[in-house]
């Protein structure tokens, strides 16, 4: 039984398909042991069950958009990670300006900004102390792919699914990540979310993926 149900989330999830327009009302849920199944599949399949987000080794591109509840920005955004290493990419085309991530064991260095670059123990917060944006680094390798993070580091979490077996909203950290657009990656044949919007308070951090990778 136990084997039967697991073939029977991986086909759901690695053909299911579903978008869902900004505005549209919420696909029914599914039941909450169906959603629990189906996210430890998830978490499983994407090397992330121990919910370590900067373990295993993925890229993706795409474009951010990023919000504090008074100023705002754009741009190109390209997420490279493997090994525990992080290396992120965030251009803005307009003000031709890049800034530059870099996460080790030994900590965080971020690149392109005024008495550059600057050094701290913790991703999130060297970047709001530097530019004014809130962004969950740590959680994000996790939470882009619609897998809650470690508990430990982040609190306990909410995932609820439609009645696809399709994530469309986690809670974790005060944070609140949505998630549609959905579509199949040929890398990991699960479906992934084109489509994610991260809101705490007035922080906001929308991301429109061009493409999923391995690194």
Not at 28 to 39: E, F, H, K, V
Not at 76 to 102: K, V, Y
Request: glycine share 14%.
């Amino acid at each position: 039984m136990r084997f039967a149900a697991a073939v029977a989330f991986a086909c759901v999830l690695l053909a299911g398909c579903r978008t869902t327009q900004p505005g549209a009302a919420m696909p029914n849920r599914a039941d909450p042991i169906a959603a629990a199944a189906a996210q430890q599949f998830r978490a499983e399949a994407l090397g992330l069950a121990a919910g370590d987000c900067g373990a295993p080794g993925w890229t993706m591109t795409g474009r951010v958009a990023l919000s504090n509840g008074k100023d705002g920005g754009s741009g190109q955004l390209e997420w490279t990670q493997g090994g525990g290493n992080l290396h992120l990419l965030l251009s803005a085309p307009i003000t031709r300006q890049n800034w530059i991530l870099d996460v080790d064991a030994q900590g965080a260095t971020l690149h392109g900004v005024a008495n550059g670059p600057l050094h701290g123990g913790d991703a999130a917060r060297l970047l709001r102390e530097a530019t004014g944006w809130d962004i969950p680094v740590a959680a994000l390798g996790c939470w882009m792919r619609a897998v809650q993070a470690n508990v430990a580091g982040f609190g306990e979490s909410r995932v609820d699914y439609g009645a696809d077996l399709l994530p469309l909203r986690l809670e974790q950290g005060g944070w609140t990540v949505d998630y549609s657009g959905w579509k199949r990656d040929p890398f990991s044949g699960l479906q992934m979310p084109a489509r994610i919007n991260a809101q705490r308070g007035d922080n906001r951090v929308r991301l429109v993926v061009d493409r999923w990778g391995l690194e």
